[in-house]
């Protein structure tokens, strides 16, 4: 019997190991993987005694920890590209949504689609991101915002999962915007989330976590303070849109729910960074949606990196604020719009977002005993990952060791 399925030998691994420098490089090195998981890894010269089923040499690449993104709405109907271009002629976000436009009109889309065409929109959107090495996938409702369909974006998300091979994290964003049926009416709408939405979702077993958008055109915290509390009584872990358009408090409260994350934060104050680095919520940060909403108010990197709060990047590829299909763009985003450093940029799609969806323990770096999820590269140093801008020089994807599939 062999000790190990795998053995990859001659790579260039940067582990990314938290607190470690310089991208946790291990040149030279070796990485025994057995049972879908890292068993050992190093530099080769200290490997330990072992028999191998398969031994691979990856010829000096790089490999780094598979890619993860943690903030994702890609599963949608319809398109945008009308909006854009309103957008583009001096219309705001805010204006196009109070008129029953922006998120609304994708609910219309999303609603009129059947699971089968969601699913089959959605699969190249997540392919084209295994083609960029990531191998986990955060994924929201919040386009259905009513029983049946909330729990259609979440079945198509889990679908999406089981037929890729890849791991797809379900978020419950019902409280995205208010429906029609509510209109003017959001306690009402949250009332109907938290009796029916959610406990319909959790006793499916088709949400990961609860999310909300706090924002004045959407909810406001005492509406989803009382969310929090009843996705809490049922086990779940919270997240918030939170300081994407104005200052509404979100990262504070985000704070003392003790949610995994608190994503976007243009407008937090630094009130709102010390709650989040108290709590030890992971801040995303999502430049395609500051990027094409044209925000000139940045995220408070500076202050997040001080004050030691993890700051993870996505995509955020959702069809209104980030028609963003790229990690590897939103990493170079994430270095030239929000001064991120690469090895920031590098943490934010790997360790950090590994953290944003409470899977810090078994992703997110490359040591032994988490998850064989790596990804190959044809590149000269790891840096060159947030310095391209539209390439993804992706030699190979692991997912628990293996090619990934269903
Ligand atoms: O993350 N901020 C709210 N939600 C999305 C936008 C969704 C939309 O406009 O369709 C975001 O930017
Ligand atoms: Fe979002």
Redesign the pocket.
């Known amino acids: 019997m062999a000790d190990w399925d795998l053995l990859l030998t001659d790579a260039r691994i940067a582990t990314m190991r938290r607190g470690a420098a310089d991208y946790g490089a291990i040149e030279a090195g070796t990485i025994a993987i057995a049972g879908g998981l890292i068993d050992w890894i190093g530099a080769a010269a200290e490997r330990p005694e072992g028999r191998a089923a398969q031994t691979r040499s990856l010829g000096g690449r790089w490999v780094t920890p598979a890619l993860i993104d943690c903030h994702t ?1 890609l599963v949608f109907g319809g398109q945008r590209a009308g909006e854009f271009e309103r957008r583009l002629q001096g219309v705001s976000y805010e204006a196009i949504a109070a008129e029953g436009g ?2 609304l009109s ?1 609910v219309q889309a999303t609603r009129a689609a059947s699971e089968e065409q969601l699913y089959r929109e959605a699969l190249p959107r997540l392919q084209a991101l295994a083609r960029e090495g990531v191998a986990t996938v955060e994924i929201k409702s919040g386009y259905g915002l009513d029983l049946d369909n909330e729990l259609k974006m979440l079945r198509t998300a889990r679908r999406l999962g089981e037929s890729s091979g890849l791991t797809v994290r379900t978020t419950l964003l019902a409280a ?1 915007a208010v429906p029609p049926e509510f209109a003017g009416d959001a306690d009402a709408y949250m009332d109907f989330i938290i009796e029916e939405i959610l406990p319909a979702a959790e006793s499916q077993g088709l949400a990961d976590a609860v999310d909300a ?1 706090c924002e004045s055109i959407a909810f406001d915290a005492a509406q989803i303070e009382r969310l929090f509390a009843r996705a809490q009584d049922l086990g779940l872990r919270v997240k918030l ?1 939170a300081d ?1 358009l104005s200052d509404g408090g979100g990262a504070k409260l985000a704070a003392r729910f003790g949610a995994l994350s608190a994503d976007h934060l243009e407008f937090t104050s630094q009130d709102g960074v010390r709650a989040l680095a108290e709590s030890g919520t992971a801040a995303v940060l ?1 430049p395609g ?1 500051y990027l094409t909403l044209g925000e000139t108010q940045q995220p408070p990197v500076g202050a997040l990196r001080d004050s030691g709060v993890p700051i993870a990047l996505a995509s ?1 590829c ?5 028609p963003l299909g790229s990690i590897h763009l939103a990493m170079g985003l994430g270095a030239r719009l929000f001064g991120m450093t690469p090895e920031e940029c590098l943490a934010g799609v790997t360790r950090e977002a590994a953290r944003a969806l409470g899977l810090g323990h078994d992703r997110g770096t490359l040591e032994a005993g988490k998850r064989a999820d790596l990804a190959v590269w044809d590149l000269d140093h790891p840096r060159e990952l947030a310095y391209w801008l539209g390439e993804h020089p992706l030699s190979e994807l692991l997912v628990a060791g293996r090619a990934p599939g269903p």
């Open positions: 709405h922006g998120i994708t995205h958008y849109h994407q999502l949606a955020d959702n069809p209104g604020t980030s």
